[in-house]
């Protein structure tokens, strides 16, 4: 594999051993501000990054390359807030570490590992941090380790010499693989304060309920400089399975509505979505004396927040697509007109909602939960994902209490999107995708209600229930319109309809039985 393309860190007079001392100085922060923006992880590729500074570093001991160096970056942007990373750094061998991977040449070189590489590539990060989660030993300078009830309850082993496997289908975290066991997974971008995604577990391994997500183990903590709560990694169990819940799901859809094959495995598959939505949802609002998850009543307020959230989605794409509309043509023209002519639509519509009353209650939800975040196991049952929230939330947004009616618009809004992109290459049978879209979502929402209907007090009354979906569907909606304005102009037309259907005030069936 060459490493041609990358630049040249001058070791003279400097050792290995000595990087915590020179690592701050030199051409290192450079280096790393031009490599970083390249890394699949880095989160603000447009920003121009002004420096890089080494927060703390700390040694992990355990490669064939050496020590292992932990690192905090801080990096500065010419414009608009800092943020915080978490990046290993290790010696490595080209023939062992993807050119993704590598970050610069070390001359001069005493040995075979002659380059600077990310160490979640290297055996020793992983085999290092699990080590300090699985063992009782006090935890190594500058960092803190989280163990969690599962784990007392977790009865596996791991091979001393078990090389760990990078797991190539994340973008925001790189996650290794030990074996058929475990995962640990390293958070690149780090926002001070609890990870949604480890308290959520913790939470559910106290609870020690039967729930559809992998076992929390625990965590590799640290701290900023002013003294805040960082996460850096998550050990969970590792869930066997063939696929995520949208690549399953497409590939049954594609040839149900090509008429190769029947669709009551697709079926089933989303009831028992539906199902295990509200398993998730009881077991997260099923502790009223913990005093971050205990539910909360669904009231005016929290419906002012959604309104408010709604019209700033709004106004901000509606900014963007006026100005844009000029260069659209066709189909996607249309759409977006009729998009901006819906203005006079909104407040009518969120008065209607209002109107229906409130009730039910606010919990922790997952909050970006769709098809993606769906494992499909071995067996055909599911298991969800990823509870770190909304990425384009700032991170207290995330662990605000919401209806459970949120994480119900998201699945249903990625059974419309799945519809959707069944039919790529078939645009004329568009109708037949939108009424598999229709009969589903009944089917998964009457699969929720139903696993709920022993459970009174999480959902509000019929009324307000069919409205506050209908706000959760809009909102869910525009964020979906503004990632794909920024990312997926083509894609745009699938949200766009989807804001045009809620506002049409459809019926939202959650009644007994498919």
Sequence with gaps: MSDGGLRTLDLSGKSWDGFPDWAGEGPLPEILAAVLPSRRWFGSKSRRIRSVRFESI?????????????????????????????????????????????IARMDPSADEFSLLVDGFYVPGTGRGILRDILSQFSPRTGLGILRTAALGRWDGSIAPDLVPRVFRGEQSNTSLLFGNSLMLKGFRKIAAGMNPDLEVGAFLARRGEEVPIPATLGALLGKSPEGELLVLALLQE?????????????????????????????????EQLGRMTARLHRALGSDPSDPDFAPLPFGEPDLDVLFREIRERWAKAAETLESSLPGLSGRLRFKVRTFLSL?????????????????????????????????????ETVVFLDFEGEPALPPPLRRIRRTPLQDVAGMLRSLHYLSLSAITDSPDRRWEAERWYALQSRRYLRAYASELSGFPGLLPPPGPSEKILALCLLRKALYELQYEIDNRPDWMEVPLDGIQTVLKDPPLDFGEGP
């Excluded at 292992?68 to 970056?73: A, F, K, N, Q, V």
């Excluded at 066997?240 to 590939?251: E, I, R, T």
Aim: net charge negative; aromatic share 8%; with cysteine.
């Design 58 to 102: 700390t040694s992990l001991d355990g490669d064939p390359g050496g020590t292992i160096y932990l690192c905090l970056l801080w990096v500065e942007f010419a414009e608009g807030e800092g943020e915080r990373y978490f990046l290993p750094l290790a010696r490595g061998r080209s023939s062992d570490v993807p050119e993704s991977a590598q």
């Design 343 to 379: 203005v006079p639509e909104l407040e009518p519509f969120l008065e209607r909602c209002r109107s229906a009353g409130v009730g039910g209650s606010c919990i922790r939800c997952h909050g970006d939960l769709h098809l993606g975040q769906v494992l499909v196991t071995q067996e």
């Design 238 to 270: 590792f869930i066997p399975n063939v696929g995520d819940g949208w690549s399953w799901c497409l590939s049954r859809l594609s040839k149900v509505l090509s008429g190769e094959e029947g669709g009551e495995s697709l079926g089933r598959m989303v």
